[in-house]
C-alpha cells in the first residue's frame, strides 16, 4: 500500500476508473448481445436501432481509450455485415 498522498489519491482514482471501463465494456456486450438477438428473430428496424446504438456504445468506448478505436471498427464492420443478412 502506498505511503505518499499523492500515491494514495492516485491508488483511488485507479479504483473508480477501473470500475466505469468495466461498465463500460459490460454495457457494451449487453449491447452486442442484445443486437444479435434481434438478428436472429429477423426484425430489421429493430435491428437497425439496436445496431445504431452499438456503434455509439463502440465509437465512445473508443474515443476514450476504453477500447482501442480498431477494434470498435472491427465490431462495428462485424455488426454492418450481421444486419445485411436480415435485409
Do not use: C, P, W
Not at 485507479?14 to 449491447?31: A, L, P, S, T, Y
Not at 473508443?62 to 482501442?68: E, V
Amino acid at each position: 500500500m502506498a505511503n505518499i498522498q499523492s500515491a494514495k489519491k492516485r491508488a483511488r482514482q485507479n479504483i473508480k476508473r477501473r470500475d466505469h471501463n468495466r461498465e463500460v465494456k459490460d454495457g457494451i456486450k449487453k449491447q452486442l448481445k442484445t443486437f444479435y438477438r434481434t438478428i436472429e428473430e429477423g426484425n430489421y428496424d429493430k435491428a437497425r436501432e439496436e445496431y445504431n446504438t452499438a456503434a455509439s456504445k463502440l465509437d465512445k468506448a473508443a474515443k476514450t481509450n476504453i477500447i482501442h478505436k480498431n477494434k470498435a471498427a472491427r465490431k462495428k464492420s462485424q455488426l454492418a455485415k450481421a444486419l445485411k443478412t436480415i435485409e
